[in-house]
């Protein structure tokens, strides 16, 4: 089972006064005729237990394509939207549309990730903000500033939603993937 668990960083952005999104749908419509820029993303490949960075969407594309499973934390209506629109359209990624998905920010009522983390995982939200800076530590030089600060948030949130993952799993709070 290769299952991956990604975050992208990009200028995409939503004004939670407008109203939640909820479904995919809800956010194609929210973006309509607007483009984003991709910034960055990491992945964290559970079947080589390894962090990928990446600041070519489609070099994330093309790995992500050969996953058994995804998780993200509001991937459902931002990475996978970002994708979406990078690419051309939901028909270029439909690919990923048809893998099992664990979105697990809805499981917390759609908190941030930082709140999630500090309720469901008490122990580990001190280290929050020290993981992104470590990882910028790490990789400050071979990026761009700004991709390695990206790419330290993308590796951070994805590293914390793993964690997630793996807690509500052991805690049975996970339902079947969803299937878009």
Known sequence: MRRMCFDTASSYFHDFRD????????????????????????????????????????KLFDFLITADELVTFNGLICDLI????????????????????????????YQSLPDTISIRLPKKASSFSAVEFDRLEKIRGRFTDFQSEHLANTYRDAKFTYMLFREYERRGWLHPPKMT
């Open 82 to 109: 970002v994708l979406e629109e990078r690419m051309g359209g939901k028909e270029m990624v439909q690919q990923l549309w048809q893998k099992p998905h664990y979105d697990i920010a809805g499981v917390n009522n």
């Open 19 to 58: 109203g939640f999104l909820t479904t995919p749908d809800d956010a194609r419509a929210y973006f309509r005729n607007q483009t984003f820029e991709f910034h960055a993303a990491t992945v964290f490949d559970s079947s080589t237990r390894r962090y990928r960075d990446f600041i070519d969407y489609r």
